[in-house]
Structures are given as C-alpha cells and as structure tokens.
C-alpha cells in the first residue's frame, strides 16, 4: 500500500473521530435529554423545567457557598416547589418540572402540576405532599397535580405536536446544557406584566413585548457565574449598532459598588425622542413647535447641538440614598438620585459641548432665578427691575466636577477623557469620575455581545425574588422584532 493511501486513511480515520465526538458532545449538551416536555398538554401557560443533577450547577455550588443559598431562598420565594419539601425530594429527582395550567374560559385562573423524572420513581409516592393529586404517565415520569382535574388534562394524553407551532419552536430551545429551561406563554407573559410588582415587571415593560408573541428563558452554570438568556418578539422593530468592546470597557469601568442600576444605550437620542413625541402629543404640534422655538430664543438654546449631542452612546446611572430600596420608589427623587454619562471621546468636540452644556444651564438658572436690580433714577427716586443675568451664575467645585447647589437648585457637571457627566447630585458625579471603589464581579461574565447594557445591585431591594441575588447584568440584542436577552446572576 502506497505512503499517500495510508495518508488518505488516517485522515479519514481522524475526521470519523471528529465528527464522533462533535456528535457525542452535541447529544450530550445540547439535545434536550428529558422527555418531560413530550407530556405537556395543549392547555400548559408556563413551563419551568430544573435539572437537579446538572453537573456544572453542582460544581458551581459547591465553590459558591452563598450562591447557593441565596439561589436556594429566590426559588422558594417563586414558588416552584409547591407542597414539596426540596430538601426530601430533590435526592430521589433528577428533573422536575412546573406546569402551569391556564383555563380557557377564565384566562387567568391557573391551577398547576409538577412532573417528576427519576430511576427511583416507585419511592417517590411516599413522598408526595398529602394534599396532592398524582398518575404515572411513564415507567421514568410521574405527574403530581393540585387537583384531580388538573391530574385528567394530563391523561388525556394529547401530543405536544398537536399543539401550536410557537410553543413548538419555545420547546426546541431546551437543552441539556442548561440546568433550567422556561416556556411563557403569551397570556402568562401579560399576566405577569399586569400583576407583578417586582422588578421583573420593570424590566419586561422596558421591552414592549409583543402580546401574542411566547418567550423562553433559561439559566446555566459556569465555574464563576449562572447565566441566563431570555428570548422574546417585541411589539416594536428597533435598529441599533452594537456596542463595541470598549463601550463594554467603559461601562463595567464606571459601575461603582454603590450604584444601584446603570443602563448603556448607543443612542440616546432614541429616548430624548420618545419624550418629544409625548410633550408633543399633550401640546399639539403646533404649540410643541412655538415652545421649542421660545424655549430657544430664551436661554441661547441650540437644539441641533442637543440633538448631536445625545445622538451617541450614553449611560444612566440611578443611586439608591439609603442602603436598601423598596420597588415602588424605584425611581422616585426622594429615594434615588440620577447621573448621565454621554460619551464624547473627542477631546475638542467634549470641550465644545460642555462649554455649551454649561452655559445653558447658567442662563435657565439666571431665568429661573432672576436678581433684584436697583436703579437710582436723576431725580433721586429709584426703580428696581428683574433681571435674568448668568454672569450672576456662580459655579463651584469639587475635585473636577463643577456644581450650582442651594436649598432652590442642585446641578453639576464634569468631563473627563471619556465624555461629559451630568446630574443633580455634585458627590455623585465626583465618585464616577474617581472610580476608587468598582464592582469588580462584572468583569467575570462572559463577554457578550450586544446593543444595550442594563445593570442591577438588585441586593439592595428590601422584598422580592431578585433581592437573593447580588448583582444582574445584561446585554440586550434587539434585531428587528427579535429580543435576545444574555446575561450573568452574580454573588
């Protein structure tokens, strides 16, 4: 046999095993492994499938004390485990799943089921909570329900392929490489909206989800992080450009460990537009058109320069005045203060627009606040006028930020090599522009890619689910219609 034949085999030989072992890691962790999904029924609103003996989870958790626990407490506040005490069952179940089931004549009635895989299935009947309801549908599956007729929809035996194409298309994203996968139905999705006071609800808001549209989310295991991904339709089609890596840099680079929520958008503009259309909307065009041409006139206002300016990428941060927030103040002045931070990398564009930025500010506080001029006339009487006069302005400072406070007003401002800060409170600007104290836990989650960046201390809301964990931070792709959340649960 000739040296060029034996070649030609071994290199057969080595790409059979290639593609062996592609095959063999893509049915290990990426083809979904459980069947429970094969037993849910047409009238299932949610599905919240955990795989108990995920591997990475319990490798994650075991280096991750806190992590644990704390990721122990969020899933007994939601609920998920129902009667069942986790700490009993957990041993005897490989996977569980939460069925939640919608009635069709009373949408948001629910009543709800949980199907249990395990090899150990024939001990599972003495554990079961009293009050419970169950069936085996398989020799591996039990179904344990909070009621009996919720137990009959699932001896109905009806096949998921009867079902609707999106639930189908939601259901084949679920893998086994994530130890939890989730199915929200379009009704579940508005009931959460419309019901939850958590800040969940905040976040699910800001996307304007399409409300005929399903979505999935799941959660997975790294050595340093669980990582979640949320896949949803939007109301609305969006166009952004992504964030470079550096804008990466930069955001992780100002989020101080007493910031309590940060949002990245490469254009602002598309927000200061959506508070034009409402002014305008409450106005009328016409009257919208004669203030904004006032308003100018006024304080020396520019309003092509404004829109240059907020035309790029911008940062707003929120800062919670006491140590712990309740979610109705969320955005309330008396229990937050507010920073932006727009980037204008340009050292001779930043020092235009500051210059500009600051100067209107002098004439707005001039008019809001005018002097008591006093004028003797030649007859000895004397007039007093008032006048709005910005050399009267007198900024202060505070390291580099420059600042206007009194018992009337609060404003500063400052610039550094990155862009242009503002906000209300001169201490706040002053400690994103030192950088002493970063959240250094950022920078350990994957580097996603995206067109917005949200982030949350959510350890500083006082209730709710999200508060057992440390830290949230997301990356947003919006593409058309598309929304695909990815993100990192810190501790």
């Known amino acids: 046999m000739s040296r060029r034949i034996i070649n030609i085999i071994i290199i057969i ?6 593609i062996a072992a592609g095959i063999f890691v893509y049915k290990k962790y990426f083809v979904k492994k459980s069947e429970l999904i094969n037993h849910l029924p047409p009238e299932t609103s949610a599905y919240f499938e955990f795989n108990l003996k995920d591997e990475k989870l319990i490798d994650f958790f075991a280096k991750n004390f806190r992590a644990k626990t704390k990721f122990e407490k969020l899933i007994k506040q939601t609920e998920f485990w129902g009667s069942f005490d986790p700490q009993i069952i957990s041993p005897l179940v490989d996977t569980i799943g939460l069925v939640v089931l919608e009635d069709k004549e009373k949408p948001e009635n629910f009543s709800y089921a949980w199907l249990l895989s395990s090899k150990q299935k024939n001990s599972l009947p003495a554990i079961l909570p009293a009050d419970s309801f169950a069936a085996d549908l398989d020799n591996k599956i039990l179904v344990v329900a909070s009621s009996y007729e919720a137990l009959n929809i699932f001896k109905k035996n009806q096949a998921l392929k009867q079902d609707s194409l999106n639930k189908q298309i939601i259901f084949s994203k679920f893998s086994a490489h994530k130890f939890f996968n989730c199915y929200f139905s379009a009704n579940y999705l508005n009931f959460v909206t419309q019901k939850s006071q958590d800040i969940a609800k905040l976040i699910l808001d800001n996307f304007k989800l399409d409300p005929q549209s399903p979505a999935y989310f799941s959660l997975r295991a790294d050595e340093k992080n669980i990582i979640f991904n949320f896949q949803a339709v939007s109301g609305i089609s969006s166009s ?3 964030l470079s890596s550096k804008d990466f840099e930069i955001f992780n680079q100002l989020i101080q460990n007493s910031i309590f929520s940060a949002l990245e958008t490469p254009n602002l503009k598309i927000y200061t537009d959506l508070i034009e259309e409402q002014i305008k909307d409450s106005l009328g065009q016409q009257n919208f058109e004669e203030q904004k041409s006032n308003f100018s006139k006024k304080y020396a206002f520019n309003w092509q320069d404004f ?8 940062i707003i941060f929120l800062k919670d005045k006491d140590d712990k927030i309740q979610i109705k103040n969320l955005f309330s002045p008396q229990a937050s203060q507010a920073a932006l931070f727009i980037d204008v990398k340009e050292c001779n564009k930043r020092q235009f627009y500051y210059y500009k930025l600051k100067d ?3 004439h707005y506080i001039a008019f809001l606040y005018p002097l008591e001029k006093t004028t003797k006339l030649a007859d000895g009487s ?3 006028t008032i006048q709005a006069d910005k050399e009267a302005i007198s900024w202060q400072t505070l390291g580099n930020t420059e600042f206007i406070e009194s018992n009337k007003i609060k404003i500063a401002i400052a610039k550094n090599d990155l862009g242009i800060f503002l906000g209300p409170d001169k201490n706040f600007i002053n400690e994103l522009l030192t950088e002493n104290n970063k959240n250094d836990k950022l920078n350990t989650c994957p580097g996603f890619s995206g067109h917005e960046i949200s982030y949350f201390n959510s350890s500083q809301f ?4 999200l508060s057992h964990i440390d830290d949230i931070y997301m990356i947003i792709n919006k593409k058309g219609k598309g929304i695909n959340v990815k993100g990192c649960l810190l501790w």
């Open 382 to 384: 004397a007039v007093t």
């Open 240 to 242: 952004f450009s992504k």
């Open 462 to 465: 006082i209730s709710g689910v």
């Open 307 to 314: 829109y240059d300016l907020v035309s790029g990428r911008a």
């Open 360 to 362: 209107f500010l002098s």
């Open 13 to 18: 030989i080595i790409l059979l095993a290639a």
